[in-house]
């Protein structure tokens, strides 16, 4: 949570932009801890965690004119780097391919300001509170597949489920979440 | 995915399937020929794109739940580094555009008071230029004692690791470094070694030294490192040195070694 007098993520990524390394230490310090945790847990070695946090942060100094706002939070972009990161490693492992990101070359869509506000704005409670009111079977689906990387095909195998309803549980508990952030944005 | 529905492979046409996808895709899950198929799907289609950055936002939520990690200052160091490294050469200070906004107000504002706002806009101007280098200045300075302070703590660490009795690695420069040399500190309390190290030849813009341990043959990545213009370089290391063999310094690529053990020259190494 920033105050009045701290620099917003999107000014300390313009900071970076222009080869400020202060605001990339910044940075750093905001969101470290959160992409740390993440990669953790989902590659359980903390070797790899570090490395993968490593290449998160030298990514944003390199290309932080990549960033679109529109895409979404600067919070959501360091996760999803430090995410997808992750996932390769994951597939590596298993001597998987990686997929390609559908909006990696599209600049014309657009999101509105106020997920970002969401994100930002959320408590550790409302995180909480939201992940403890989904149905077992959904969060497990979406654990599965964010921390644990698994395809839809292997979830479905691990519950003993069809595979449509692996992708109705992803998309039941994903409409969940997002009704927690757009009820934050007020 | 094999058993996908026909349907999905019309990848124009909009339906409750393509959001599925963008479900899956959102937290990671979807395979390679449906990510595929996705993709020529989304760039026609304004809803799916809105539903994948709002998913995505809300598959960033799985992560916030996460207990945070401790602070990892040795990590920060080693980024650091690296990116200050591959920073060119400094950049000017950005043009001040209230200053311009100021003057093209004045412009357009004819009259006795316009005229006397006008004889203030320059004195105002360089004077908004004057704050901005001062505050600029400030940062610096700022920065440059958080640098000191920083390498004070760590030689206040390395001192703590040895005067406790820690493990001690020296290292020796090879013919590549023979002014090179350094130690190694294992603070018996536990946590990260401390690695200092002094006389390194300065690397091209393109390389980083990085610091392996080496245990049974098998070389493991214990941090990146790039010497400084002071006389030596203190670093944290990310791997423990009890039971290895061997630490060495190579010269990697910039980001570190691009496999899972060295390929670059040896500057300087130890036996544990």
Same mark, same amino acid.
């Given at each position: 949570?920033?105050?009045?007098?701290?620099?917003?993520?999107?000014?300390?990524?313009?900071?970076?932009?222009?080869?400020?390394?202060?605001?990339?230490?910044?940075?750093?310090?905001?969101?470290?801890?959160?992409?740390?945790?993440?990669?953790?847990?989902?590659?359980?070695?903390?070797?790899?965690?570090?490395?993968?946090?490593?290449?998160?942060?030298?990514?944003?100094?390199?290309?932080?004119?990549?960033?679109?706002?529109?895409?979404?939070?600067?919070?959501?972009?360091?996760? =999803?780097?430090?995410?997808?990161?992750?996932?390769?490693?994951?597939?590596?492992?298993?001597?998987?391919?990686?997929?390609?990101?559908?909006?990696?070359?599209?600049?014309?869509?657009?999101?509105?300001?106020?997920?970002? @506000?969401?994100?930002?704005?959320?408590?550790?409670?409302?995180?909480?509170?939201?992940?403890?009111?989904?149905?077992?079977?959904?969060?497990?689906?979406?654990?599965?597949?964010?921390?644990?990387?698994?395809?839809?095909?292997?979830?479905?195998?691990?519950?003993?489920?069809?595979?449509?309803?692996?992708?109705?549980?992803?998309?039941?508990?994903?409409?969940?979440?997002?009704?927690? +952030?757009?009820?934050?944005?007020? | 995915?094999?058993?996908?529905?026909?349907?999905?492979?019309?990848?124009?046409?909009?339906?409750?399937?393509?959001?599925?996808?963008?479900?899956?895709? =959102?937290?990671?899950?979807?395979?390679?020929?449906?990510?595929?198929?996705?993709?020529?799907?989304?760039?026609?289609?304004?809803?799916?794109?809105?539903? +994948?950055?709002?998913?995505?936002?809300?598959?960033?939520?799985? *992560?916030?739940?996460?207990?945070?990690?401790?602070?990892?200052?040795?990590?920060?160091?080693?980024?650091?580094?690296? =990116?200050?490294?591959?920073?060119?050469?400094?950049?000017?200070?950005?043009?001040?555009?209230?200053?311009?906004?100021?003057?093209?107000?004045?412009?357009?504002?004819?009259?006795?008071?316009?005229?006397?706002?006008?004889?203030?806009?320059?004195?105002?101007?360089?004077?908004?230029?004057?704050?901005? !280098?001062?505050?600029?200045?400030?940062?610096?300075?700022?920065? @440059?004692?958080?640098?000191?302070?920083?390498?004070?703590?760590?030689?206040?660490?390395?001192?703590?690791?040895?005067?406790?009795?820690?493990?001690?690695?020296?290292?020796?420069?090879?013919?590549? =470094?023979?002014?090179?040399?350094?130690?190694?500190?294992?603070?018996?309390?536990?946590?990260?070694?401390?690695?200092?190290?002094?006389?390194?030849?300065?690397?091209?813009?393109?390389?980083?030294?990085?610091?392996?341990?080496?245990?049974?043959?098998?070389?493991?990545? *214990?941090?990146?490192?790039?010497?400084?213009?002071?006389?030596?370089?203190?670093?944290?290391?990310?791997?423990?040195?009890? !039971?290895?063999?061997?630490?060495?310094?190579?010269?990697?690529?910039?980001?570190?070694?691009?496999?899972?053990?060295?390929?670059?020259?040896?500057?300087?190494?130890?036996?544990?």
């Amino acid at each position: 949570v920033t105050t009045a007098s701290e620099p917003t993520d999107e000014q300390l990524l313009a900071a970076v932009g222009r080869r400020e390394l202060g605001a990339l230490e910044a940075l750093y310090d905001r969101y470290h801890r959160l992409a740390l945790g993440l990669a953790r847990r989902m590659l359980g070695d903390e070797q790899g965690a570090e490395d993968v946090v490593q290449d998160v942060f030298l990514a944003v100094w390199r290309q932080a004119h990549l960033y679109r706002r529109e895409r979404g939070a600067v919070k959501t972009w360091l996760l =999803a780097m430090a995410h997808h990161r992750a996932i390769d490693r994951l597939r590596q492992r298993a001597n998987l391919d990686r997929a390609p990101d559908p909006l990696e070359d599209i600049e014309d869509h657009t999101v509105a300001p106020v997920w970002e @506000q969401a994100l930002a704005q959320i408590t550790v409670e409302e995180v909480a509170g939201a992940l403890g009111s989904l149905p077992p079977e959904q969060r497990e689906t979406l654990e599965l597949a964010y921390f644990g990387g698994r395809s839809q095909s292997q979830i479905a195998e691990l519950q003993g489920v069809p595979l449509g309803t692996v992708k109705g549980r992803t998309r039941l508990g994903l409409e969940k979440l997002r009704g927690l +952030l757009a009820g934050v944005r007020g | 995915m094999s058993n996908r529905p026909d349907h999905v492979n019309q990848a124009t046409d909009h339906d409750e399937t393509f959001e599925e996808l963008v479900a899956a895709q =959102a937290v990671g899950s979807l395979g390679s020929d449906d990510a595929n198929r996705l993709k020529d799907h989304v760039r026609q289609c304004a809803r799916c794109r809105q539903l +994948l950055a709002e998913y995505r936002s809300a598959a960033t939520v799985l *992560a916030l739940g996460l207990e945070q990690s401790p602070p990892n200052v040795g990590l920060k160091e080693n980024v650091l580094a690296v =990116a200050s490294r591959e920073m060119g050469a400094p950049q000017s200070l950005p043009p001040a555009p209230n200053v311009v906004v100021l003057a093209r107000q004045e412009e357009a504002r004819p009259g006795f008071f316009g005229r006397l706002r006008l004889a203030y806009a320059l004195p105002l101007a360089v004077l908004f230029v004057l704050c901005l !280098g001062l505050a600029w200045w400030n940062l610096a300075l700022q920065e @440059q004692l958080s640098a000191q302070q920083t390498q004070l703590e760590r030689q206040n660490r390395f001192i703590a690791a040895v005067a406790e009795g820690g493990q001690r690695v020296p290292l020796v420069g090879t013919d590549r =470094a023979p002014d090179a040399s350094g130690e190694v500190v294992q603070p018996v309390s536990g946590g990260p070694p401390l690695l200092v190290v002094r006389g390194l030849p300065q690397l091209s813009q393109d390389q980083v030294y990085e610091v392996w341990v080496i245990a049974g043959g098998q070389p493991t990545s *214990a941090g990146l490192l790039q010497p400084s213009d002071e006389q030596s370089t203190m670093v944290r290391l990310r791997h423990e040195i009890t !039971g290895a063999d061997m630490v060495a310094l190579t010269a990697e690529p910039a980001g570190g070694s691009p496999g899972p053990g060295p390929t670059g020259p040896i500057y300087a190494a130890g036996r544990v």
